[in-house]
């Protein structure tokens, strides 16, 4: 009787495993979207808001550009103004302003550190909250103005940066 306890419990502990490698398998290979659900409130929650200028830049990989890509036209529905990001490794996008070359991973959002006040992060803090509670985790970066204008990154705009997922 304890050898099959025994079993049942290596057992258990064997399913458990391959059902959180599953999991993780599951979130390394399906592609970030957001669903029509999480677009349309993200809109509505935005449009309440000030809107802001944003440039975005993404791997030059599929899945990245392509979420990138739904990010911009979902603010751009909120009226936020997409400002084309004019580097050389840009990738134009037919009817929709550049999107600026990245190598990185993740997804993360940078300001000038002067922008940083309440009236610029309101809206800023919403899309990122909103984002985080549909599980796409937001990184922050702070430029300072030096390293602002030596990116080509202007102040006074928000710099979206989605990298590669895994």
């Known amino acids: 009787v304890a050898e099959v306890r025994k079993a049942e419990t290596d057992l258990a502990g064997a399913v458990k495993t391959i059902n959180d490698l599953h ?36 791997n030059h990989e599929a899945e990245p550009l392509a979420f990138a890509k739904q990010i911009g036209i979902t603010l751009k529905a909120a009226k936020w103004d997409w400002k084309s990001k004019d580097t050389l490794d840009r990738m134009r996008l037919q009817g929709l302003p550049a999107i600026g070359g990245t190598v990185w991973n993740g997804l993360q959002i940078e300001i000038c550190s002067h922008d940083n006040v309440p ?4 809206p800023l803090l919403a899309f990122m909250n909103a984002l985080n509670s549909d599980g796409f985790p937001v990184s922050t970066h702070l430029h300072s103005d030096d390293e602002s204008k030596s990116n080509g990154q202007p ?9 590669s997922k895994w």
């Open 23 to 58: 999991t993780q398998l599951h979130d390394l290979t399906t592609p970030r979207v957001l669903s029509e659900k999480q677009a349309a409130d993200l809109i509505d929650l935005l449009k309440g808001l000030p809107s802001r200028s944003f440039d975005l830049s993404s």
């Open 155 to 163: 102040c006074g705009m928000v710099h979206i940066v989605v990298g």
């Open 119 to 122: 009236d610029f992060d309101k």
